[in-house]
Structure formats: C-alpha cells, structure tokens
Nanobody
Framework: QVQLVESGGGLVQAGGSLRLSCAAS????????MGWFRQAPGKEREFVGA????????YYIDSVKGRFTVSRDNAKNTMYLQMNSLKPEDTAVYYC????????????????WGQGTQVTVSS
C-alpha cells in the first residue's frame, strides 16, 4: 500500500512563497508518476504539476509556469512543490498523488492520494 502525506501549507500574503512536501511510503517510486492537484470550495479538483519520478520530467499548467516548481528527492521518497509569487487564486487544498507510469500524468487518474494541505493566499 502506498501512503502519501502532504505538509507545508499555511497562510501567506500575495507575492509570498511556500514549499509543500509530499512524503511517500510503502514502496519505491522509480516507475511512478507523481503529481500535485488543488481544489477550492465549489470547484473541481485541478491539476497543478507532475513529475516522472525516475527521469525528473515535469509538466505544469500554464497558470503556474514560472512560479511553481515540482521536484523530488529519490533517496527520501519525497516530492516537493515550491510555490513562489503566490496569488489569491492559488488558494486551495493541495493534494499529492501517485500512480505507476512511465511518463508524467496530468489527468486526475492517479491511484493514490494524500489527505491534502490547505494553502491560503491573502490579498
């Protein structure tokens, strides 16, 4: 069983930064895609960014390109989401997800999900 735990959320002023962590346990993620999603009240879950664990290949939605960076530490089985230049519209619960794959996955078809961490950006 794969377990994912997000941390690092909080309240930040617009223009500020946060780094989210996703600690994964249960198995190696060498052949996994791992991604970040977010969901605001009354809205559908939205893809943010993803990484193929082995190669480090990444993909982002246009609204976060240049501001957010997905990375991973293979030895620690931890994925990160560095968020800079935060905007109020980034406010949401952020989730990490994992799925066996040879490439990054941008659709909400992941097999495993964390519990989420709240990010609130004030204006």
């Amino acid at each position: 069983q794969v377990q994912l735990v997000e941390s690092g959320g909080g309240l930040v002023q617009a223009g500020g930064s946060l780094r989210l962590s996703c600690a994964a346990s249960g198995r190696t993620f060498r052949n996994y895609a791992m991604g970040w999603f977010r969901q605001a009240p009354g809205k559908e879950r939205e893809f943010v960014g993803a990484i193929f664990w082995s190669s480090g290949n990444t993909y982002y939605i246009d609204s976060v390109k240049g501001r957010f960076t997905v990375s991973r530490d293979n030895a620690k089985n931890t994925m990160y989401l560095q968020m800079n230049s935060l905007k109020p519209e980034d406010t949401a619960v952020y989730y990490c997800a994992a799925k066996p794959s040879r490439v990054v996955i941008t659709s909400p078809t992941y097999d495993y999900w964390g519990q989420g961490t709240q990010v609130t950006v004030s204006s």
